[in-house]
């Protein structure tokens, strides 16, 4: 579906990143769109698996604080990390809950539907003591795709973020070429992938930043599709 | 030009010997192989000037052949002082020398030597300031002779990066003890880093002979260099220098166009040692080099150094290098050994039995040179009678070639950098003590010699690197080395002088020694006096003599004189591989591309990029204007997405609210916006903003664009102190917000909303709303910075882009029109509207500004409120007041001071043109006694002048406010 959509524009939400990337096909999600595909550099799996970068900052996320933020995410029976600075992802994988301090806790979703338990997390009553956060449009996501994607990162971040020191569905919340994000270490399709959210004011220069430390390892620009998400 | 000195395989461990290179030198061709250096193409050429020294431009070639000197540096292409030693050829390569007048073979400027005499060290600093005035002639002949090479000014910018690595231990040093400690290391399962300078590994036994048949280096190398090869824990950076040491092992690594900032649980430094060159008369003549650079020259590039060789040696060394000399086909005609006895009868037996003459207890005194002292032709030996004595008696001995070795200090740098404490004993040897807990030597740089000896050192530091990483490791018995490599006193000085210590900066023994008789005794102050050590190879090989000399002059032990100061970096870096690829953030609003395509001129506001207005930079009054007046007199829209959000939500969100600002907010209604001012505990107004009350606990508050990093951070520190059930989150980046103002705002925006009453009597002045704009969720402030009926539109900042075309194309019938920052600074000015920052400073108080209304003073706390209390009432020195100036006047700038009876009382902080006022209109701290609506301010303007303005109540425009609240 809506593979024949030619411009982001079309939507209301757009990512601060759309203009960077020659996107040929998109999808609809929600008020916005995620790149599908972009112009042709070869077979697109195989860039994912080497070095690539992907733009999902329309895709469907959500962030709660609190001490309540826990049952909340309970009520909604949402995997949730033991502790800060942890990920887990749903059975299908497509849900990630980041658990960013004792009580905060975003839900990121990485299909290009927005899920089923994302939608009821949305539509369930706040409880007291715990207040939605805007990560949908405060941070820009970010995925950092393949083998390279530890040497690529530390071009551009100084903490060690080698698979010895940063394991898989951890976090690490530092700064990367002087703006602040999360990183998220874990797996696509068994693709290596850090997720990065930063702030979506400066998503622009972190694509560039990105992109010239990619250079380097012939990484390029991908739509989602290159993941095989669903 | 064909290499006439090139030795066959297997020597020359980095040349391919079927691949040749041409490349040009000085305007000649030459040939030479590929993995050749500059210089060691040249050599093989038997080219070996290679450029003129720094004051008196005598002939240099290369030294050390591993680029720790500075006699082959030269200019390549558009670079200067590139390192000839270190550089690879390239085919088609042009390169040059420098620092010569006519040719680098005939150098005019060489006739500085013979008035050496005359140009003492320090000359410089006396000779040209006297008489008064002479500075200024000389100041430009100097200039043209200073300097090494040419920079080339149209030089285009190149890519340099930086990359961060991490390891458990990072070996400094790929010879045998780095090689040992990193495989010690690595076997344990740590990850290991090994950094070496040159471009193969083994250090010494790539090219040093360390038995008499010759075998011994090789294979240990072999085996050594396999093994780590195949280890998987090992990481190899070849050519790459470690270029310092900073705390906590961060260590800066320079390969290539690449800076590593690299991080060590571990180091290990094995950098090994400079070999020392002898002091005597004419010890610089090309053709007299170390013997390390004698070996290199044949194992690393198949070079053969010379015909006829001397040997001068002040170790055993002296005779492996004899022997190796010899094997290659180099007659050796005599090894001059300046001790009595040797170490190694075997050794001595084994020279002897090559035919080649020892002579003991002697040294050269004097090289004599070939014309024009291009290279060496002969040395004068003699008998050692005393500490650099020497016997009347000489002998000449014909030769091309002079390798000396007075022995080895070690690679000192970066362990002083980490506050090492480098010790010189009775029995010339050196060590190094004080290290810091987790960095470790080895090998030769801790004074360990002999090779088995070296292998088990680097084991011993891993071992201690191990234990500190917390393996369960017992520690070896810590090696001990007997070996002696260093002779007491390798200086000879000759009465003509020209016997160099220091190669770099061209200084003699007598520069050193008349240093001390001035007066400088204190090794830093002869370095700061004789520019000793200053030059590109860094004492290297000047640090020891000086010592040695200094101390003798002052009756003094080399420990207790020291050696200078090693800092940061250890060899020469480019200004490229510091400022390689900084990161310089910068935002982007949502609307950010639609305010180029208007044509906007942006500026930077922190890092945000913003309008300024839109239009072209030279016509910046004339868009203010227009933009101005259509606000006024139609509708504009003006981004104001980097305006700072908060919001506070919670139990406590009012009663932290009315703690952290100086309004009362307990009270607050929902939907009202209230104005809000920020003091810090000096009762200085640091920051203002709207609060919003959305709901009982839930409070949407602005912060100025620059400020609002600064608020959060402040209230979150307060919160910390007061433990309120309030959270706060910074929503800066969250929000995306428009201001459209103007008489015809509300036409505009009815058109798009949905879900709220724009009405006056529903929606009035001040009021906070919510609803939706061209679908899009969004709240609505009707607040007037610029005076006019306006709303400010908050919505998710994804929604920005979409909000900014929904508003222009529902604008169009009314003639909309975007403006940018510095239009809207304009408008706020005529409403008298301060901004906090621009027209405060670090000591305006509320009652400055006229904010005293902005202050409740019925609660009994807020930031600040104390100190408020007690600047208010003190008696009031400034405040901040309105003027108006004719527009014939020049107008004044922002700055501009403001006088009062000739002494500053204040400064201009906002000054505009406004047509709606139609003069000159501004703001300016000015004197109490000026204060006074109808008084006269001076104002110093540019060139001095003084212009004369009228103090006038604000606001400047729409005094009755009535057009804000329509």
Not at chain 2, 289 to 302: E, G, H, N, P
Request: aromatic content about 8%.
């Amino acid at each position: 579906m809506m593979s024949s959509i030619k411009t982001s524009e079309l939507f209301n939400q757009r990512s601060f990143v759309s203009r960077k990337i020659e996107a040929i096909a998109f999808k609809a999600i929600g008020d916005g769109a995620l790149v599908t595909k972009v112009v042709s550099k070869g077979d697109s799996k195989t860039h994912a698996v080497n070095l690539a970068l992907i733009d999902l900052s329309v895709a469907a996320r959500i962030g709660f604080r609190g001490t309540n933020a826990k049952s909340h995410l309970d009520v909604a029976k949402l995997p949730v990390p033991s502790k800060p600075n942890m990920m887990e992802q749903s059975k299908k994988g497509s849900l990630m809950t980041l658990r960013l301090s004792d009580n905060e806790y975003w839900v990121l979703d990485g299909s290009t539907e927005m899920g089923e338990k994302l939608h009821m997390l949305t539509a369930l009553p706040v409880p007291y003591n715990c207040y939605r956060l805007y990560c949908q449009h405060s941070h820009a996501w970010f995925m950092l795709t393949g083998q390279y994607i530890e040497q690529t990162m530390a071009k551009i971040c100084g903490v060690d973020l080698r698979k010895l020191s940063f394991p898989l569905d951890t976090i690490i919340q530092t700064s990367v070429a002087k703006v602040n994000a999360v990183i998220v270490r874990h797996e696509v399709n068994k693709i290596p992938v850090f997720s990065i959210l930063s702030d979506s004011s400066s998503a622009a220069y972190l694509w560039d930043s990105l992109l010239d430390a990619m250079g380097e390892f012939d990484g390029c620009v991908l739509g989602i599709d290159a993941l095989g998400l669903e | 030009m064909s290499n006439t000195m090139r030795l066959n395989k297997p020597m020359g461990l980095l040349v391919d010997h079927n691949k040749s290179i041409n490349f040009e030198f000085d305007g000649k061709q030459y040939d030479g192989l590929q993995g050749d250096s500059i210089a060691s193409a040249l050599l093989a050429n038997n080219r070996w000037l290679m450029s003129r020294s720094f004051k008196y431009h005598r002939a240099r070639g290369p030294l050390t052949m591993a680029g720790q000197d500075a006699n082959t540096m030269v200019q390549l292409g558009g670079e200067p002082n590139v390192l000839a030693d270190k550089e690879l050829i390239m085919s088609g390569q042009r390169v040059a020398g420098q620092n010569y007048s006519g040719s680098l073979v005939k150098d005019r400027d060489a006739i500085l030597g013979y008035f050496s005499r005359f140009m003492p060290v320090g000359f410089y600093y006396r000779a040209f300031f006297k008489p008064m005035g002479m500075w200024e002639k000389w100041e430009p002949i100097i200039r043209k002779k200073s300097g090494l090479g040419k920079l080339d000014l149209d030089f285009e910018p190149e890519y340099y990066d930086k990359m961060y690595l991490f390891h458990d231990v990072v070996v400094v040093g790929g010879g045998p003890a780095g090689l040992s400690a990193a495989l010690k290391a690595a076997d344990a399962g740590c990850k290991v880093l090994l950094v070496e300078e040159q471009g193969i590994l083994g250090g010494a036994l790539a090219y040093h002979r360390f038995d008499i048949e010759g075998e011994k280096a090789d294979i240990l190398r072999g085996k050594l260099v396999e093994r780590i090869e195949q280890h998987d824990n090992v990481e190899v950076l070849l050519n790459a220098t470690c270029n310092a040491w900073f705390t906590d092992n961060y260590l800066p690594i320079i390969q290539g166009k690449r800076m590593y900032k690299a991080r060590a649980k571990q180091c290990i430094v094995a950098s090994g040692a400079f070999e020392q060159h002898v002091v005597f008369r004419n010890n610089d003549l090309p053709g007299i080099i170390m013997s390390s650079a004698a070996t290199r020259l044949m194992k690393l590039y198949a070079v053969k150094p010379g015909q006829k060789a001397i040997v001068l040696t002040g170790n055993d060394d002296g005779y492996l290098t004899a022997l190796e000399l010899q094997e290659h086909g180099v007659e050796v005609r005599a090894l001059v050994d300046m001790r009595t006895t040797n170490d190694s009868v075997e050794l001595l037996t084994a020279v002897q039995n090559k035919g080649i003459t020892v002579k003991k207890g002697h040294t050269v005194y004097e090289a004599l040179g070939a014309k024009g002292n291009q290279h060496i032709r002969a040395v004068d030996v003699r008998e050692i009678v005393g500490q650099g004595q020497v016997s009347q008696h000489s002998e000449i001995i014909d030769c091309d070639l002079l390798c000396m070795s007075a022995g080895y200090m070690p690679a000192y740098p970066l362990l002083c950098q980490a506050g090492a404490q480098l010790s010189y004993d009775d029995n010339s040897e050196f060590t190094l003590s004080n290290l810091p807990e987790n960095l470790h030597i080895a090998g030769s740089v801790n004074g360990i010699y002999l090779l088995d000896t070296v292998l088990k050192d680097g084991e011993f530091a891993a071992c201690k690197a191990l234990k500190n990483l917390g393996h369960n490791i017992e520690l070896p018995a810590k090696e001990k080395c007997t070996r002696k490599v260093n002779f007491y006193w390798p200086i000879f000085s000759h009465p003509k002088g020209k016997d160099f210590v220091d190669f770099d900066e061209d200084l003699q023994t007598k520069d050193i020694v008349n240093a001390t008789r001035l007066g400088y005794r204190d090794i830093q102050l002869v370095k700061r006096f004789s520019t000793v050590g200053m030059g590109p190879s860094q004492g290297r090989h000047s640090a020891l003599p000086t010592a040695r000399l200094v101390a003798d002059a002052t009756d003094r032990t080399v420990t207790q004189t020291g050696v200078t100061t090693a800092r940061p970096p250890y060899a020469p870096e480019k200004l490229a591989h510091v400022a390689g690829r900084i990161f310089d953030p910068v935002r982007h609003t949502a609307m950010h591309y639609r305010h180029l395509e208007l044509g906007a001129k942006m500026m930077p506001a922190g890092n945000w990029h913003r309008p300024a207005f839109y239009g072209k930079p030279a016509e910046r009054d004339n868009c203010m204007q227009i933009e101005s007046q259509h606000v006024r007199n139609n509708v504009g829209i003006i981004d104001i997405s980097t305006l700072g959000g908060i919001e506070l939500r919670g139990p406590d969100a009012a009663e932290f609210m009315n703690r952290i600002y100086t309004f009362a907010f307990l009270k607050q209604p929902l939907g009202k916006t209230r104005y809000a001012i920020l003091t810090n505990e000096y009762g200085v107004v640091i920051d203002d903003g709207v609060a919003c009350r959305i709901a009982d606990e839930h409070f949407y508050v602005t912060a100025t664009t620059g400020g609002v990093d600064h608020v959060y951070r402040q209230m979150l520190k307060w919160n910390a102190q007061w433990r309120l059930n309030v959270d706060i989150a910074n929503v800066t980046s969250a929000f995306a917000a428009i201001n459209v103002a103007g008489p015809d705002s509300r036409k505009v925006i009815q058109k798009i909303a949905e879900g709220v009453d724009l009405s006056s009597e529903a929606f009035p002045f001040l009021a906070y709303r919510e609803g939706t704009v061209a679908g899009i969720p969004a709240r609505l402030l009707r607040v007037g910075f610029v005076g006019e009926l306006g709303y400010e539109i908050h919505v998710p900042a994804s929604y920005g882009e979409a909000l900014w075309d929904a508003v222009m194309d529902a604008g169009k019938e009314f003639k909309i029109k975007p403006f940018g920052v510095e239009t809207q600074r304009l408008l706020r000015l005529e409403k008298g509207h301060i901004i906090i920052s621009q027209d405060t400073d670090g000591m305006s108080h509320p009652g400055e500004i006229s904010m005293g209304w902005a202050i409740n003073r019925k609660k009994s706390f807020f930031v600040g409120s104390r100190s408020v209390e007690i600047v208010m009432a003190r008696e009031q020195t400034r405040k901040l007041v309105g003027f108006v100036l004719s527009k014939d006047n020049v107008k004044p700038k922002e700055g501009h001071l403001v006088l009062e009876e000739g002494n500053i009382s204040g400064n201009v902080t906002s000054c505009e043109y406004s047509c709606a006022v139609d003069s000159i209109i501004g703001m300016a701290y000015a004197g109490i006694n000026q204060s006074e609506p109808g008084s006269s301010i001076d104002i110093r303007v540019d060139k001095g002048l003084i212009v004369k303005a009228t103090v006038v109540k604000m606001p400047f425009f729409d005094p009755q406010n009535k057009r804000q609240e329509l």
